[in-house]
């Protein structure tokens, strides 16, 4: 049985903020194919935008038991020990990503956003030639220039750090547009606003049973494309809608 109309309609729900129903969607297409790798991707990001990360992880820990030469699999851990205030194990899931594909721009983002001022030159050179490479995927080439603007402006090279923030975002832009996609505001409030919403309900309902938050600290810009991506694009390196960041 085909998982595409699934993972088509979690996406679509997860464009509108609906990331639960994106979520029953995902599973519903595991049910009919376990080993698909897409639809546990597609899993794992809802679950992170939910801040469900006993989802996530469970989501992630079966794409890198069963995909382990995949780059989305350690590239999704790193979001959820982000998530959880690891930041040495976000570092070394990130670093796992880029080993299976250098030029994944949303590790390379990831690295650089968690230690700007930590980030040693191979990462910068790094980022440059996915940024600069006409030829990669335009989600890569976002992410790239993102970390770019974060390693210049921790080295308080500012005129640098503009430069490739305006790069990032006049990419995506130029991409959305080639999709047909126009940037709403008012579409892009109501998907945080819808957010926002469910990690309320979820901390109120571990409050009410007694058991302390946990300490979420999940910063939602590292994920430029996030469930932009199409899930049956198990490999981060293909073109999908990116996100802007002012």
């Known amino acids: 049985m085909s998982t595409e109309p699934w993972c088509r309609r979690g996406l679509e729900r997860a464009r509108r903020g609906d990331f639960a129903g994106a979520a029953g969607d995902f599973r519903r297409a595991l049910a009919a194919a376990p080993d698909d790798q897409a639809a546990w991707q597609g899993l794992a990001r809802a679950a992170l935008a939910l801040q469900d990360l006993r989802e996530a992880s469970r989501a992630v820990e079966t794409m890198i038991t069963r995909f382990p030469d995949s780059a989305v699999g350690h590239l999704l851990a790193g ?116 957010t926002m919403a469910a990690y309320t309900r979820r901390r109120a309902s571990t409050a009410a049973a007694g058991s302390p938050a946990r300490g979420c600290h999940t910063h939602f810009r590292d994920r430029p494309a996030a469930l932009g991506d199409d899930p049956h694009r198990a490999d981060p390196r293909q073109p999908s809608p990116g996100r802007s960041r002012g």
């Open 79 to 194: 979001h959820v020990d982000k998530a959880r205030g690891n930041t040495a194990g976000a570092m070394q899931s990130y670093r796992r990503a880029l080993a299976c594909d250098g030029g994944a721009g949303e590790a390379l983002f990831g690295l650089a956003d968690l230690e700007p001022t930590a980030a040693d030159p191979e990462l910068a050179h790094q980022a440059r030639q996915v940024a600069d490479d006409s030829s990669a995927p335009v989600p890569d080439r976002v992410n790239a220039a993102f970390a770019l603007a974060r390693i210049f402006d921790a080295a308080r090279d500012f005129a640098a750090a503009m430069d490739y923030l305006t790069t990032a975002n006049e990419l995506a832009r130029t991409d959305l547009a080639r999709q047909g996609i126009v940037y709403d505001p008012a579409e892009v409030a109501a998907q945080i606003s819808a």
